[in-house]
């Protein structure tokens, strides 16, 4: 089992940044890919960005140039630095760990881009 739990998230005006973080705990050796997933209102559930264990990364078009996620291992902790935030970007985040066989969730984090 791995344990997720997101902070971070916010009311932040057009234009500003946030930074999410996902601390993991657990059977965290096992987990090969680690991202985000976003949720809004009246939509399906997108991936925004992912890192494998190799810090290969992986953006939704409409995020490239303004999230970048990058993880801390000391940590044992993920990131997503959101810059030039749209309104379009507001939505639940969710963080995910995946392994061989399972994927775990975060319990999800709320992100508002409004003036």
């Known amino acids: 089992q791995v344990q997720l739990v997101e902070s971070g998230g916010g009311l932040v005006q057009p234009g500003g940044s946030l930074r999410l973080s996902c601390a993991t705990s657990g059977n965290i050796l096992s987990i090969n890919t680690m991202g985000w997933y976003r949720q809004a209102p009246g939509k399906e559930r997108e991936l925004v960005a992912s890192i494998t264990r190799s810090t290969s990364t992986n953006y939704v078009d409409s995020v490239k140039g303004r999230f970048t996620i990058s993880r801390d291992s000391a940590k044992n902790t993920v990131y997503l630095q959101m810059n030039s935030l749209k309104p379009e970007d507001t939505a639940v985040y969710y963080c995910?760990?995946?392994?061989?066989?399972?994927?775990?969730w975060g319990q999800g984090t709320q992100v508002t881009v409004s003036s």
């Open positions: 995910y760990a995946r392994n061989f066989d399972s994927t775990f």
